[in-house]
């Protein structure tokens, strides 16, 4: 999300695994000396050949995100995360009225009849963020300069929980910053048919870590 100002620059990032690979649907938020002009309130998480895509959706706190059902079946959404608890029962087409994401964290998403669709969406209370494209890029435009505090999240770093990255200082150009995240299991783009498991995994998994 961008913020406009006489005295704005930008940021281009890159994101990477060990290994120095391109890293999709990593997300990096920036918390800066001035806030960001009001950001869109909207945002939408669609479900796709069985899939929720993006994948990894970042919002700011308060967003109104739709769930819209592009499949010829039906979908049946829920979250069971402290951030956000929530069920959309089984549907087609878009439901009429969009889901708030209130409070700050990691939402992990699910289909209650299809046990392989996982999602994420990050709901963070800082006023800049994105998330990777698949060559792992992200920019910000409009950025003013000024010393900001990084942090950063991927679905596979430990224990599902943000990564602090170091202050980046922003100055009168754009600058490039390379951002490298150790993750528990490779970073592979999300498969058609994982085992029928992979949503309790995903939310136990964030449950219990961020509970510690």
């Known amino acids: 999300m961008f913020s406009t100002a006489s005295s704005a620059t930008g940021l281009r990032a890159d994101?990477?695994?060990?290994?120095?690979?391109p890293l999709a649907n990593a997300v990096l938020t920036l918390r800066g000396p001035l806030d960001a002009e009001p950001a869109s309130s909207k945002a939408i998480m669609d479900q796709r050949a069985?899939?929720?895509?993006?994948?990894?959706?970042?919002?700011?706190?308060?967003?109104?995100?739709?769930?819209?059902?592009?499949?010829?079946?039906?979908?049946?959404?829920?979250?069971?995360?402290?951030?956000?608890?929530?069920?959309?029962?089984?549907?087609?087409g878009t439901p009429s009225e969009p889901v708030v994401f209130d409070k700050p964290g990691l939402v992990v998403l699910g289909c209650n009849i299809?046990?392989?669709?996982?999602?994420?969406?990050?709901?963070?209370?800082?006023?800049?963020?994105?998330?990777s494209d698949?060559?792992?890029?992200?920019?910000?435009?409009?950025?003013?300069?000024?010393?900001?505090?990084?942090?950063?999240?991927?679905?596979?770093?430990p224990g599902m929980l943000p990564q602090a990255g170091a202050e980046l200082q922003v100055g009168a150009e754009v600058g490039t910053q390379r951002y490298q995240l150790a993750l528990q299991t490779p970073a592979t783009p999300a498969p058609s048919g994982p085992p029928p498991s992979s949503f309790g995994d995903a939310f136990r998994k964030a449950t219990r870590d961020a509970a510690q």
């Open 15 to 21: 994101m990477v695994d060990e290994a120095g690979q």
């Open 114 to 131: 299809h046990d392989w669709m996982v999602g994420y969406v990050y709901v963070t209370d800082d006023p800049w963020f994105a998330v």
């Open 50 to 92: 069985q899939q929720f895509v993006p994948n990894v959706l970042a919002v700011r706190t308060g967003t109104a995100v739709s769930f819209p059902n592009s499949d010829d079946i039906r979908h049946h959404v829920y979250s069971f995360s402290p951030a956000k608890r929530f069920e959309l029962r089984l549907y087609q």
């Open 134 to 157: 698949e060559q792992g890029r992200i920019a910000f435009d409009g950025l003013p300069a000024g010393r900001y505090a990084v942090s950063l999240w991927h679905p596979n770093v």
